[in-house]
Every structure is written in C-alpha cells, then in structure tokens.
C-alpha cells in the first residue's frame, strides 16, 4: 500500500447515500439514464465525426482572461474549465447530458456503505513531459491540492475526504468520512479535484504553473497573453478517435463587449462565443445569416442571476434586512426591461423540472412589496449607519444596467448602496478578498444539487464570508437521503424554502445558458453547456468540412 494523500479529520459539509457504480452516473435531475457498461469510454459510446476538417483553426470567445495554469488552486469551476480543459485530462468527465463517464479511470466504484470510490486507472498515458500517469500520480495531484489550501483542499473537505491511497499501481481509492454517492460527479465537474498534473512538476517546479500548463491533455498551449489564448494538437494522445476530429488548433479570444462579440460574428473573427442575453440585434443577426449562424440554448439547468452576500458584514447577518432586500426588488422588471423577458423571476436557485425546486418557493407578484421592505427594515433594529452598503458590480453592460437598477431600487426603501465597479476579468479575484459587502452575478447552470449548492450557497468560492449557519444543517439532511427517492426531493425542497424565505443570497431570475456559434462548429449538442454554463468543453468540438 502507498501513502495515502491525509488523513486529518474535516468539517463534514456533505453526505448523501446511495450507489454510483460503472461508467456513468444519473444526477439527481428527472431525465436520467440508464448506466452504460463499465468498458464505456466517451470515443466507444460516440463514434468521432465523420465530416471534422483536418487541419482546421476554431476560434471562440471568450468573456474571462485566464488565470494560472494550475487546477488545484483555481478561481472557480465555471471560470477555469474553458482553459483548463484543452491542457488538461481529468481522472472523470461529465457528458452533454451531465452524466459522469472515464477519461484517466476506465471505471469507478463506489463502495456498498457509500464511503469510498475506487478508480482504475488507464494504463500507457503520459504527461505532456514524458511522466507517466498511474495511481502516484493521482496521490501526488490529491497531496498537493490539500497542501497548498486552495480551491481544491476546500472542495476535497467539503466532500469528505480523508485519505487518497494507491492500492496498486493503477488503482486508486479515495476514503470519505461518510456516505457521498455523488462524489463522482464533483470529482468530474470541479478540475480542482480531478484534473492531473503532471507529478514532476508539482514536486519539483510547481511555480511554473504561474506561466506553463503540464497536463496530459489533447492540446498544448502555444501561447498566451491578456486577450488571446492559442492551443496546439499534440502529435499524439490516448484517445485516438476523439484526437483525429479536433481541430489542429483553437484560440480564445476575450472579447468582454456583448456587442464587440456580435460584431466579430459579422466579421469573420470568431466562430462561436457565449453570449449575454439579451444583445441587440441578435435575432436579425441569426436571421439574415442564411443559416450560417445557430444559436444553442440549455434546457437542462439554468443559470441564476443574484446578489451574492458577505455573511461577515454585520446588517447581513440579520435575516430580516436581507429579506427587506428581497421585497425590494421588482424581479419582473428586470426580466422584463434588463432581460427583456429572456429570465424568468424566482426566488430560489432551482428551476423547474429539477426535482428541487419548490412550487410553495415560487416568485409571484407579491415578492415585490417595498412597503414590506420598510417595514422588515425597521424591525431590524439596524441603525442606518449600517445599511450603508457596497455592491461589486463587473464592467459587462449588462451587469452595469443590472446594478444600477438594484441600487435605484434599494435606495428607495432605506438602504444607501455604492456601487464599486470593476473589470470583469477581475470581478471573481476581488469579491473572494471579502472586501466588499454584495456582489452581483451571474450563476452557472449546474444539474448536481450537491455542486451547486457547495459552489455558490456554502464554500468560500462564491461565500468568502461564510453562510447562514442555518442553511447548512438543512443542506446536509437533503444530501443525505438516496438519490432517485421521493425523501431526496422533498428534503432539496426544503433547501429552496430555506434559501427563499432567509434570501441566503439574493436569487433574482433564471436565466439560459446560451451560445452563438457558425454552422460548420459540431458538437455543440452534446459539449456539457448544461453543466458550466460559460465554459466549451473543446475536446466534444470540431470544425466541419465546409
């Protein structure tokens, strides 16, 4: 037996309890399937694209600049996994429908009491400088992560994870300290967790991560500066039919403007970026392109726009100022005149068709009741000393009209916000410093509750201040039912309750994830738009022959 990665006790923030076993795991949404056999691979369940151009060039923009090049200590899962995944392979992957399928393990298995998962790993890949993946190699990322108390140590004890032990030379088992079923899929959707580094640079150059990926993936990066990122195929790669469709190379360009992006459809200069709903001239741009020109909108799991809240800001703290907030807000005004009627308003962060969401949680005309936000306020008890806030607000126009709306109306009920703006290449990086009071945002999409709610409701990724202590124990007693039963839902509803009726943060609308692509752009349909609202997935991407 090997070294196992730790094996401190954690603050337990999940546990679930039912059986994830194979190569494909069903999420807690009610369009699951059916497991596939375990010797599923993602090229064995879908062939390569016949039509892909060889040598092709895709070109796609993006609205975030890239951070460092190292996963375990990234910004957040939806910001760095459109640069990480061209770099980078992951131990699992989810697929366009959110289900968990290999990619570095052949298979995994949870064990029967739900507290470990078992990886075989696959054999004869190695690491874009020659080192060869095994079950060291996965230790060394786990070993890593939990050493340098990034996104990755907070995801790994918000899981439960005690020990990571090589049992073999591709056998690996992480040990949880108690029952998480979907611990599979958080190890596929948060690269902080899954993705592999190479384990020479981590042991003796992991500076370098500063500058210069060491992944193991389909592409290498060529180069990289402030608004451009460009990949190069590697002359071979482990997944031979998935390697043959994917274009020679793929360039990121950060185009932040909504209509600079539009208009370098118009030119030539991209081939496909997500876009900001709502844009000006969208629809005649899609009209009067002939068919050249295809939108791609989930309908899987929507996105939130909120008002996210610093827990360590005193007036916040006090459950009733937060709700005089939300009566504050006219939802269907933003969704009407910011939106233009392209959201759809609520109060909690679960959709319809999810089984937890709440139908007793639905916004209705009623959640808009300034005269009630007096009110709650002066109950309170908060001296208007206090009430005096900040709101991080991101240079994206839409964002910019958003704030000033939330401001506009707040003030008017006895709150004195300031807006502080800030680039939106930045605006992550500065609200996680924990200096600013609020921070309007936008939310990915994400079909895993337990994802979703850890991300944006309970770890320091989007709560630098903490939570509301009372969401977690609410929280916990829903992932701890079985996935599938009718307990799971009922208790996830709860979750929505709690979130809407203490506004945990402030969910303002549901909003779609959507992409603008050109026609000859394939796989679009099953990259994972469902799962990271913001981000492509490369490797299902290819450029057809036209």
């Known amino acids: 037996m090997r070294k196992a990665v730790f094996r401190s006790a954690v603050a337990l923030l999940v546990g679930l309890g039912a059986t994830t076993v194979g190569c494909m795991a069903a999420l807690a949404s009610p369009t699951a399937r059916r497991p596939a056999p375990e010797t599923c691979t993602p090229v064995k369940c879908t062939a390569p694209a016949a039509d892909a151009k060889a040598n092709a060039i895709l070109r796609l923009a993006t609205i975030g600049a890239p951070g460092k090049w190292d996963p375990h200590n990234g910004?957040?899962?939806?910001?760095?996994?459109?640069?990480?995944?061209?770099?980078?392979?992951?131990?699992l992957q989810l697929d366009g429908e959110g289900a968990v399928r290999p990619e570095l393990a052949t298979s995994y298995k949870m064990s029967p009491d739900q507290k470990s998962l078992t990886l075989q790993l696959r054999t004869g890949v190695k690491f874009h400088d020659g080192t060869p993946f095994n079950a060291d190699a996965v230790v060394a990322n786990e070993n890593y992560a939990l050493a340098t108390g990034g996104l990755?140590?907070?995801?790994?004890?918000?899981?439960?994870?005690?020990?990571?032990?090589?049992?073999?030379?591709?056998?690996?088992?992480?040990?949880?300290?108690?029952?998480?079923?979907?611990?599979p899929i958080n190890v596929a959707y948060d690269y902080a967790i899954g993705g592999m580094v190479s384990p020479t640079v981590l042991k003796n150059n992991p500076e370098s991560l500063a500058t210069t990926p060491a992944g193991s993936g389909p592409y290498t990066l060529e180069s990289s500066n402030v608004t451009t990122v460009t990949y190069k195929k590697v002359p071979s790669y482990w997944n031979v039919p998935q390697w043959k469709q994917l274009p020679l190379k793929v360039q990121f360009q950060q185009i932040t403007d909504d209509n600079t992006r539009l208009a370098a459809f118009e030119t030539g200069q991209i081939d496909g970026s997500y876009i900001q709903l709502p844009l000006a001239g969208l629809d005649n741009l899609i009209k009067n392109s002939g068919g050249n020109i295809v939108k791609y909108t989930s309908d899987i799991a929507l996105g939130?726009?909120?008002?996210?809240?610093?827990?360590?800001?005193?007036?916040?703290?006090?459950?009733?100022?937060?709700?005089?907030?939300?009566?504050?807000?006219?939802?269907?005004?933003?969704c009407d005149k910011i939106f233009?009627?392209?959201?759809?308003?609520?109060?909690?962060?679960?959709?319809?068709?999810?089984?937890?969401?709440?139908?007793?949680?639905?916004?209705?005309?009623?959640?808009?009741?300034?005269?009630?936000?007096?009110?709650?306020?002066?109950?309170?008890?908060?001296?208007?000393?206090?009430?005096?806030?900040?709101?991080?607000?991101s240079n994206e126009p839409l964002i910019q009209r958003?704030?000033?709306?939330?401001?506009?109306?707040?003030?008017?009920?006895?709150?004195?916000?300031?807006?502080?703006?800030?680039?939106?290449?930045?605006?992550?990086?500065?609200?996680?410093?924990?200096?600013?009071?609020?921070?309007?945002?936008t939310v990915s999409g994400n079909p895993n509750l337990n994802g979703l709610m850890l991300d944006n409701f309970i770890t320091p990724v989007r709560m630098p201040g903490g939570t509301d202590p009372g969401l977690v124990p609410v929280f916990n007693r829903a992932d701890q039912q079985l996935l599938g039963t009718k307990q799971r839902a009922t208790a996830f509803q709860k979750v929505a309750a709690y979130i809407a009726q203490n506004a945990v943060n402030i969910v303002l609308g549901h909003v779609p994830a959507t992409y603008l692509v050109k026609s000859y752009v394939g796989g679009m349909d099953t990259m994972v738009t469902a799962q990271i609202g913001i981000a492509y997935q490369i490797r299902y991407l290819y450029v057809r022959k036209h």
């Open 402 to 441: 958003l704030s000033a709306f939330l401001q506009s109306q707040l003030n008017s009920v006895g709150f004195n916000i300031t807006l502080v703006p800030v680039a939106s290449t930045l605006s992550v990086t500065q609200w996680q410093t924990g200096q600013q009071d609020m921070w309007v945002s």
């Open 75 to 91: 910004r957040s899962p939806a910001q760095d996994q459109i640069y990480m995944s061209p770099v980078y392979d992951a131990l």
């Open 304 to 334: 939130n726009a909120e008002i996210q809240l610093n827990y360590k800001t005193p007036a916040l703290q006090n459950v009733k100022v937060r709700q005089a907030m939300s009566y504050a807000i006219d939802r269907k005004a933003i």
């Open 152 to 183: 990755g140590a907070t995801l790994l004890k918000a899981n439960g994870v005690t020990s990571v032990t090589a049992t073999g030379p591709y056998t690996v088992v992480f040990t949880l300290s108690a029952p998480n079923p979907t611990f």
């Open 340 to 393: 233009l009627r392209l959201c759809t308003p609520a109060l909690q962060p679960f959709s319809k068709g999810t089984i937890a969401y709440d139908p007793k949680s639905e916004w209705t005309p009623a959640s808009y009741n300034p005269t009630k936000a007096r009110q709650l306020l002066a109950e309170s008890g908060v001296p208007g000393s206090q009430l005096s806030l900040t709101l991080l607000s």
